[in-house]
């Protein structure tokens, strides 16, 4: 077998193992009498992304770095969310560290938000989100929230400029991973504070760890 074949095959092992542990983890959240399934399984997911950048060639060492520094924030972040009681604000404070790791990375493969059409765009949505959520908001998470909304929002938009500047495989996977990390963080937003989504948890994990899965990707040669 040649080089490129065994690499893609220990490629698809490691996606399989990730998807496997996914879907543990959202049946553990959507049925009841499971939850330990989520409790385990949800922060192993991650766990695993971020085991596959260790192992993976890398032709940017310091992008890899800032990128596994974001996903091991992100693992923390898994945590705090899914325990029992009131861990919101530890959680968000996680991902608002992790999205600033990304941005890190981004950085090292681009200039700052240029083109201006990414920012625009990923302005407006934020702008939307926080639109909606706003009335449902308790004050004291307000400037919290709007924080790491706007940090999330342009760690996304970064990284569809820095696509944009270079336009390769590694740079769209970015592209990708940042706006299914818009969308998942929306969603999961909108069902806590705003309006109730039918199987939230699934489509918040999936569009989860589908970001975190292209973020890693992106950090190979």
Known sequence: MSAPARIHRRNIGWLATVVASAVLAIIGAEAEGLRALHYLFKPLATLLVAAMVLRMAAAEPGYRRAVLAGLLLSL????FLMLPGDWFAFGLGSFLLAHLCYL?????RGGWFRPRWPVLAYAGVAAMVLACLWPHLPTDLRIPVTVYVAALAAMAAQAACVW???????????????ACFVMS????AIDRFAITIPLASAWV???YWTA??????????
Request: glycine letters at 8%; one cysteine or more.
């Open 76 to 79: 923390l972040g898994d945590v």
């Open 104 to 108: 890190r990375a981004l950085r090292r």
């Open 164 to 178: 944009r500047q270079r336009p390769d495989r590694a740079t769209a996977l970015a592209a990708v991973g940042g």
């Open 185 to 188: 963080d929306a969603l999961l």
């Open 205 to 207: 994990l999936v569009s």
């Open 212 to 221: 975190q899965w292209c973020i890693a990707r992106s950090t190979a040669t």
